[in-house]
């Protein structure tokens, strides 16, 4: 199944579950720090970020679904002998997350994600900046894990654990998945 197929089919699956829903739903937007990495990799972290939208609905008593749209940079740095570089992929994520209020203004969260790359590029030193796309795959599946707190109706801050669960290399004899850890803020608009 091509990723166009898998974007289409979570879409599909977010609009007909939003419809379904008799309650209110309230749009966001959401940014702050990513600390990335790669499986299997033991260098350094790339520190980078994310940003994007949400739409948040309460579905049962102390639930709620909030599916995402972020841009999101990733990847890893790493270290050949004489340099340091860093692997840069950059993709468009689509998490749909399940949040559990066990008290009012504290959340727990956890739902799957799909990644669709846009960018892949492997920087260095001295203006080295190669296209590696045609090695990367196309798509990523992620589990998110996360924990969030509102500070009022409109601001709350959050932290969310993303565990890769496919390889994001091609034709090659490793195994590599993203690991991303991420801190932000999210405003509602409402």
């Known amino acids: 199944m091509k990723v166009t197929k898998h974007a289409c089919v979570l879409a599909l699956l977010c609009m007909t579950f939003a419809a379904t829903q008799a309650q209110t739903i309230i749009p966001g937007f959401k940014g702050g720090l990513n ?5 299997n990799a033991t260098d350094d972290n790339r520190i980078s970020g994310q940003i994007g939208f949400f739409l948040h609905t309460k579905i049962a008593r102390g639930w709620a679904f909030q599916p995402e749209i972020l841009y999101s940079g990733q990847g890893d740095k790493y270290w050949d002998g004489s340099a340091h570089y860093t692997w840069a992929l950059n993709y468009v994520n689509i998490p749909l997350m399940f949040q559990y209020y066990p008290i009012r203004r504290f959340y727990l969260e956890f739902g799957p994600q799909l990644g669709i790359l846009v960018a892949a590029r492997d920087k260095g030193p001295h203006g080295y900046n190669a296209d590696i796309s045609d090695g990367i795959k196309k798509a990523d ?14 601001l709350g801050f ?11 290399t091609r034709d090659d004899n490793y195994t590599y998945s993203n690991r991303v850890l991420q801190l932000g803020i999210d405003v509602r608009l409402h």
């Open 141 to 154: 599946a992620t589990l998110n894990l996360g924990a969030g707190i509102r500070v009022t109706d409109q």
């Open 158 to 168: 959050y932290m969310r654990y993303g565990l890769g669960l496919s390889d994001v």
């Open 35 to 39: 600390v990335t990495n790669l499986s």
